[in-house]
């Protein structure tokens, strides 16, 4: 195309691949771009060209849709949106002042009835506030969610699993993990002191992650292939694919936040919290991320002989950016909730930016 790859030129960049590469897009999503104009009155048009860089870019202006066709996650992307006004607030939301109910987990946080889980650099406190019945805080030693190294992220892991088997001895019916972080009070953590939530299920997985087996295995059945190959496949046949150390992943068109960054594992082991590392390090200094969540969704971590088809579903590391932690307003709306999710950054940017920091490779 003579220029860097946009989200903009998808259609292009999807009729240029090979025709085996552009089916098994085409099963994978639909994509839909449309051009948008709007009449810039003279009294804006020097605010205008300050606030967005061209009068031209905002008077003509291009959509690009896409939809997950089997699971219908959906993403609608203007880059021009990343530089839409925001309103700031003054008040830091983390600061050495304030109080900081995590500092003496011991004394100060409730414990599981099967006791507490120390790592080296984290321990658990049962949480205070449930919403599971098996549900833990893995509380960092380090209270700021930026400052996180690659050996404290092993820990995190090691030490989560060591609470899982304890729980699950506790509760042998329990035995469905999830693990989620929310980077930050803009992430969603009520308390700044940064942690990660812990939660064992009974019955069946958490809605989300058995939606996607289900939908996985739709996939399968009709296309007699594995969905999260495919999946892979597809990002890496445009370009938003990557490798770090052993793992792959991708930034995912689909997204429901900006910078949603995808890792497949095996396990939820060493080389899943390296390269979960590499994307959140990566992406915090080089991306300008400063609120994120991320989640590790993985099959039953405590298998059982129920039925329940999970082959060929990979452990996923996923995350995304949460926005400006000092925005007064928060980073979805009635649009992302109900209808679409609206991406204000473009995934290709973000994939050099991330890479510049030189975790990467390409894969094959």
Not at 98 to 117: C, I, K, Q, S
Not at 127 to 132: F, P, Q, S
Not at 136 to 163: E, G, H
Request: charged residues 25%; glycine residues 6%.
């Amino acid at each position: 195309m003579g220029h860097s790859p946009s989200i903009v030129d998808l259609p292009e960049q999807i009729a240029a691949l090979p025709e085996a590469c552009q089916a098994r897009f085409k099963r994978l999503f639909r994509v839909d771009r449309v051009t948008g104009d709007c009449l810039v009155p003279d009294a804006m048009r020097a605010w205008v060209e300050a606030q967005f860089g061209s009068l031209d870019a905002v008077m003509r202006q291009h959509v690009v849709r896409v939809t997950n066709l089997v699971t219908f996650d959906g993403a609608l992307y203007n880059p021009l949106r990343r530089w839409r006004p925001q309103e700031l607030s003054a008040t830091k939301l983390f600061t050495t002042q304030t109080v900081d109910r995590f500092a003496d987990p011991l004394r100060h946080t409730p414990e599981d009835p099967f006791g507490r889980v120390r790592g080296q650099r984290c321990i658990t406190a049962s949480n205070i506030a449930r919403w599971e019945g098996l549900c833990a805080v893995l509380i960092f030693d380090q209270p700021d969610p930026l400052a996180f190294t690659q050996a404290d992220l092993r820990d995190y892991l090691r030490t989560s699993l060591a609470w899982a088997q304890r729980a699950h001895q506790h509760d042998p019916q329990a035995r469905y993990f999830i693990w989620i972080w929310n980077g930050g009070p803009k992430g969603g953590a009520s308390i700044p002191h940064a942690h990660a939530q812990l939660a064992l299920g009974r019955g069946m997985h958490y809605a989300k992650v058995e939606w996607l087996r289900r939908a996985a295995l739709a996939y399968r059945e009709r296309y007699r292939t594995n969905f999260f190959d495919d999946l892979l496949a597809a990002h890496e046949d445009i370009g938003l694919g990557f490798q770090v150390g052993r793992l792959r992943g991708f930034f995912y068109l689909a997204a429901n936040r900006p910078k949603d960054a995808w890792i497949y594992g095996q396990a939820m082991d060493d080389d899943l919290a390296d390269a979960l590392y590499a994307v959140l390090h990566g992406l915090v200094t080089r991306a300008d991320m400063r609120a994120f969540n991320v989640a590790i969704l993985m099959p039953p971590l405590f298998p059982a002989d129920d039925g329940e088809d999970w082959r060929g579903f990979p452990v996923i590391a996923r995350l995304g950016d949460r926005g400006l932690p000092d925005a007064i307003s928060a980073d979805i709306g009635a649009l992302d909730l109900y209808a679409h999710n609206t991406i204000a950054e473009d995934p290709f940017e973000v994939l050099a930016r991330w890479r510049s920091a030189g975790w990467a490779r390409t894969p094959r």
